[in-house]
Nanobody
Framework: QLQLVESGGGLVHPGGSLTLSCTAE????????MGWFRQAPGKKREGVAS????????VYSDSAKGRFSISRDYSKNTVYLRMSSLRPEDTAVYFC?????????????????WGQGTQVTVSS
């Protein structure tokens, strides 16, 4: 069973930057469309960014556009989410997810595999 592992969360000041990483052992992430989702307290989980297998096509939520960047390092079998100009409303648990389908989407139900999440807190 594929296990996705996120890392890189933490506390950051408003306006700061943070990079999240997602990797897996014994499974090639380039066989999956990969996405990042987040869930703030009391809110539904929402899609933030997604990246296709090889094009690399990317999709972003409106709140992430211009501030977040999703990328892959094929040699390290790792997917990144680089976040800048962070705001308090970006505070959430961030999840890495992978899907076996063909569409690069931000639809939660499209994804087959999930990590445990990493906490990002934006606060002064």
């Amino acid at each position: 069973q594929l296990q996705l592992v996120e890392s890189g969360g933490g506390l950051v000041h408003p306006g700061g930057s943070l990079t999240l990483s997602c990797t897996a052992e014994d499974y090639r992430l380039d066989s999956l469309i990969m996405g990042w989702f987040r869930q703030a307290p009391g809110k539904k989980r929402e899609g933030v960014a997604s990246i296709s297998r090889f094009d690399p096509r990317q999709v972003y939520s409106d709140s992430a556009k211009g501030r977040f960047s999703i990328s892959r390092d094929y040699s390290k079998n790792t997917v990144y989410l680089r976040m800048s100009s962070l705001r308090p409303e970006d505070t959430a648990v961030y999840f890495c997810a992978g899907e076996e389908g063909r569409l690069t989407t931000l639809i939660e139900n499209d994804y087959d595999y999930w990590g445990q999440g990493t906490q990002v807190t934006v606060s002064s």
